[in-house]
């Protein structure tokens, strides 16, 4: 039986880029698309914000101290936007009926981000690709994907990522990192766990939405997830 119906999936943009984390990897977009295409014909109903991580990292890039914070971030903005373009173009090669929604207007790659039509396209099981973040700098696609699962009124937020859950310190460095099957918004806080930036896990605390945490590579456990199995961590 389903236990999710109306989903928000967060993918950062280093997984479209493969094993090198760059770019636009063939096997990697194929395989997203893939998992999306085997929910979806349940009636799963499903929006996507996608991170540009794996062209520009606004943050990462402002760091460097020769562009300015502000347009570093829309710069690391324009990027999740070019995901955006491929993930509509892949999605649309397999017959899924999607809409790319972009959160500032960007002529001739997508549909600027307007709150009544986004609900009918997602009430119509139209698969949302959210790209632009939030609109704004200084925002991550973390609060993009936060407040947009709130703005649709989705069952769950899915972060994946390629590790598969919260741990209680980093699974790469310590082997003994204990890992959280279901842990609160406040022992999440409480640890200073690394889950998602404060901004977008305040806000999805003070919503009640869940969040689970997942690695996205593994093949099938997005249907896992849906139906219910124990995949990655539940934070709620």
């Known amino acids: 039986m389903m ?33 999306v295409e085997d929910i979806v014909k349940y009636g799963v109903k499903l929006a996507i914000v996608i991170g540009g991580g794996n062209f520009i990292r606004g943050n990462e890039l402002s760091s460097k101290g020769f562009i300015n914070h502000v347009r570093a971030d829309y710069m690391g903005m324009l990027a999740t936007v070019i995901n955006g373009i491929a993930l509509y173009e892949a999605l649309s090669s397999k017959n899924i009926k999607c809409r790319h929604i972009t959160a500032f207007k960007v002529a001739k790659t997508g549909e600027l981000y307007n709150h009544d039509n986004v609900i009918k396209y997602f009430d119509e099981g139209q698969v949302l690709i959210f790209s632009g973040g939030t609109g704004n700098p200084l925002f991550t696609t973390d609060t993009a994907a936060a407040l947009r699962a709130v703005e649709i009124g989705a069952d769950i937020l899915l972060k994946g990522t390629k590790v598969d859950g919260v741990y209680s310190d980093d699974p790469m460095k310590n082997p003994n990192a204990k890992k959280y099957t279901t842990i609160s918004f406040d022992e999440v806080i409480k640890n200073e766990l690394k889950v998602m930036d404060i901004t977008a896990f305040t806000l999805c605390k003070e919503n009640k939405m869940p969040i689970i945490i997942f690695d996205a590579g593994k093949p099938g456990d997005f249907k896992k997830l849906i139906f219910g199995e124990d995949i990655g961590s539940l934070i709620k």
Request: charge should be positive; hydrophobic fraction near 35%.
């Open 3 to 35: 236990k999710y119906k109306k989903i928000l999936l967060k993918l950062s943009g280093e997984v479209l880029g493969g094993k090198n984390g760059f770019g636009i990897d063939e096997k990697a977009i194929k395989y997203y698309i893939n998992e």
